[in-house]
């Protein structure tokens, strides 16, 4: 018989290989496709204009960071959906009270998260918040600015800041109000399953 060689199977192109990860730069990635939001730290009103211009050119959606809250910053931050993550240790001293800035921050329509400024961490953000609603911040703007308000701000609400189907929760549940330093954990969740008490 006639011999016949056997063809060689065509390889499928499957295109050049995937660039090198340069995990340095994976934040700077998820900004630009979308999936992060920027927070720039700033100290003036210049320089937070120059931000807010900047990253609405570009379209990337950012907060700010380190800022002394006024009017002029709260017009621009609204008109561009800007947040701001401010200080729970933060009080203030307007005439002969002491006052809580967040609370006229709010009033404005801004969105806030609270960070921790103090060497311990989130450790103390209880008591720090617990003595700035003494100060008249009201339990629910504090709530608000340490669950849903603070997703919103860093982009993450669609996993996590509320109790709703399908979002991630870590639940504590009190005697008491929460920021009330007499109550007592009761029952903590996470990730859904309920943590044994010691």
Known sequence: GDFEP????????????????NHNLEGMRALFEGRAVAVVKVQRID???????????????????????????????KDNNVGLLISADTVSRHGFADVVPVTSINADGIATAFYSDS???????AQTISLATSYGLGAEQALASL?????????????IGRILPGLDADIVIFDGAPFDLRSRVQTVFVNGNEVPRN
């Open 119 to 125: 060497q311990s961490g989130s450790e103390s953000i």
């Open 47 to 77: 320089e937070a204009a120059a931000a807010i211009s900047a990253f609405a050119e570009h379209k990337i959606p950012m907060n700010l960071l380190g800022i002394q809250y006024s009017a002029e910053l709260g017009q621009m931050m």
């Open 6 to 21: 056997k063809k060689k199977k065509a390889k499928v192109d499957a295109g050049p290989d995937s660039p090198d990860t």
């Open 147 to 159: 669950t849903s308000q603070a997703a919103d701000v860093l982009g993450v609400s669609d996993k």
